[in-house]
């Protein structure tokens, strides 16, 4: 992240600053470090017990979803822990998509929604999560996408480990 302003956010450190007459700036870098694991750990606590699902399930999906990288971004534009899209984030609305709790709430909401709306079926959930409903209502199931056929294996060998 890179601003001209003075700014303090959760788990990032300043890298850098440069103050001359062809720019200013102040970049920031996220850092992996315990007290930034022991936060998303804490959110991933509350969001479980608020929306009634496993912290083994959050957390497997954010492990597939981003590997707990608090910043990422994906070619097709979803952003943070859970990979929210931004009509997603919107829906639950969320200011920042790269605020923990803020996508770990609003991943874990839709999550839940998803469950509900396909009768607990965890394979019908997580390939809505990864491919979207349209694509689980065109093909009256997991659709024949490689990427999401491997999404949702890989999210269920992660929850079993996380059990």
Do not use: C
Not at 14 to 30: F, K, V
């Amino acid at each position: 992240m890179v601003t001209d302003r003075p700014i303090q956010l959760d788990g990032y450190e300043l890298e850098h600053s440069r103050l001359n007459a062809t720019g200013a700036g102040r970049a920031l870098r996220y850092q992996d470090s315990p007290a930034n694991r022991q936060r998303i750990e804490q959110h991933i606590r509350t969001a479980a017990d608020l929306y009634q699902l496993e912290e083994a399930l959050i957390r497997a999906v954010i492990r597939q979803e981003s590997n707990f990288r608090l910043n990422a971004v994906s070619s097709k534009g979803a952003q943070g822990l859970m990979q929210l899209m931004p009509g997603t984030a919107r829906m639950y609305r969320v200011s920042d998509p790269f605020d923990a709790r803020q996508n770990i709430h609003a991943g874990t909401r839709h999550l839940r929604y998803l469950l509900q709306r396909y009768r607990n079926d965890l394979d019908l959930a997580l390939a809505a999560y990864n491919a979207g409903e349209t694509a689980v209502a065109r093909y009256r199931g997991i659709p024949p996408y490689p990427e999401t056929q491997a999404y949702v294996q890989a999210v269920k060998e992660w929850y079993r480990e996380y059990r």
